[in-house]
């Protein structure tokens, strides 16, 4: 008896094993990207090369009235520019600055800060085009992404000058947060709430995390009636739908009360 229930529960994660693994694979198209070089959902949608959970996140908002700067461009400008109003993007990669713009569509405005190298002690020089990349952000923006040039605590530096340039309501986004604790503790101590998405990235073998950095005005409206829309691979069930139904009822009798 107890090697049939053995056998069975092995069968049985196999199975879900082999569902979960769909999900990852097909669902979020983390196989496609991989194999054509290029990170895009199973819609051929453009992906940010942020953690799944973190896009998931950003899929719940409406963003079509957001202006957004990124510190590094590439898929994610693409992705960016579908949902928010204005997208600004500083790029170091000369040749990488080329290729996005060749393809940009007409509400995204590119920058050129070129870092051509890297040094272990850097000159007066190259510290100079540090500044410049960090600089580039001017105005004020709903969304700034921390992310691109990574090295010499440059990602530190743009973090320090999102902070200036960031909405009331609105979010600093800094990727590769688990490598970068100095820069979280940074944007932490500027009274940003910190919330954290680990897990899997299109393109990567390797877990990682990309944090949202809140400000504690962030509102930002749902993307439809529900919120949270349901997830990559889920299951489409609903325990509160007579409830939400009166909830949205309420609401709408609120909005032409007023």
Request: some cysteine.
């Amino acid at each position: 008896m107890k090697l049939v229930q053995q056998i069975s529960r092995t069968f049985k994660a196999i199975k879900f094993s082999a569902k979960a693994c769909k999900i990852l694979l097909y669902d979020h198209a983390y196989f496609a990207s991989i194999q054509n070089g290029e990170l895009r959902d199973r819609h051929n949608n453009y992906l940010p090369w942020f953690t799944y959970p973190a896009i998931e996140a950003l899929n719940n908002w409406d963003l079509s009235d957001k202006r957004v700067f990124e510190y590094g461009s590439g898929f994610s400008t693409f992705f960016w520019a579908s949902r928010a109003k204005e997208v600004v993007s500083v790029e170091h990669n000369r040749t990488w600055y080329e290729m996005i713009s060749r393809r940009a569509p007409d509400n995204v405005r590119l920058i050129l800060a070129p870092i051509e190298r890297d040094e272990s002690d850097p000159s007066p020089e190259l510290r100079e085009r540090f500044a410049a990349y960090a600089e580039a952000i001017d105005g004020r923006f709903q969304i700034v992404v921390v992310d691109g040039y990574a090295r010499s605590r440059v990602r530190y530096l743009c973090a320090q000058k999102a902070l200036s340039h960031l909405d009331s309501n609105g979010l600093i986004i800094l990727d590769n947060s688990d490598w970068l604790p100095a820069s979280a503790l940074l944007l932490r101590r500027a009274g940003l709430i910190e919330v954290d998405f680990s897990g899997p990235v299109p393109g990567n073998n390797y877990s990682q995390t990309t944090s949202f950095f809140l400000t504690r005005e962030f509102n930002f409206q749902p993307a439809g009636l529900r919120q949270p829309r349901l997830p990559i691979g889920g299951r489409s069930d609903n325990w509160e739908n007579k409830l939400e139904a009166e909830l949205l009822a309420e609401e709408v009798n609120s909005a032409t009360k007023r």
